[in-house]
């Protein structure tokens, strides 16, 4: 099994990627050969498996590819775009507490 294996779905995701893909990381040649990289990372998950095991997946930030098991002789392939913004802010770290204030029973009256 080779990448050549997998054409058809490589050549549509890059056609989808050039189409409707937004990436700041990464231009549509740039796409290709990191595909390219990760199918070949994802065919050798997919024949270095456990007995058990029925997939071979290699993903980066922008893609995911899995490929598998089928009753036929080759793998099902599927490649998937990962929701991803560099914009997005990182949520307050485990070490900081939030902030409380205790709230006095009732209302405050005030003296006159």
Known sequence: MTIET???EITEAVRTYEKFVVCLDKTPE????ALGSLMQ???????S???N???GIALDKQ????LSQSDGPRP????????????????LPQTVKPLTETIGEGPQQSED
């Open 6 to 8: 997998f054409k058809k």
């Open 30 to 33: 740039d796409f290709g050969a």
């Open 41 to 47: 990372k994802a065919i050798k998950a997919y024949e």
């Open 49 to 51: 498996r456990g007995p």
């Open 53 to 55: 095991m029925r997939h």
């Open 63 to 66: 893609v995911t590819i899995i």
């Open 76 to 91: 099902l392939c599927g490649i998937y775009f990962n929701l991803h913004s560099p914009y997005k802010k990182n949520a």
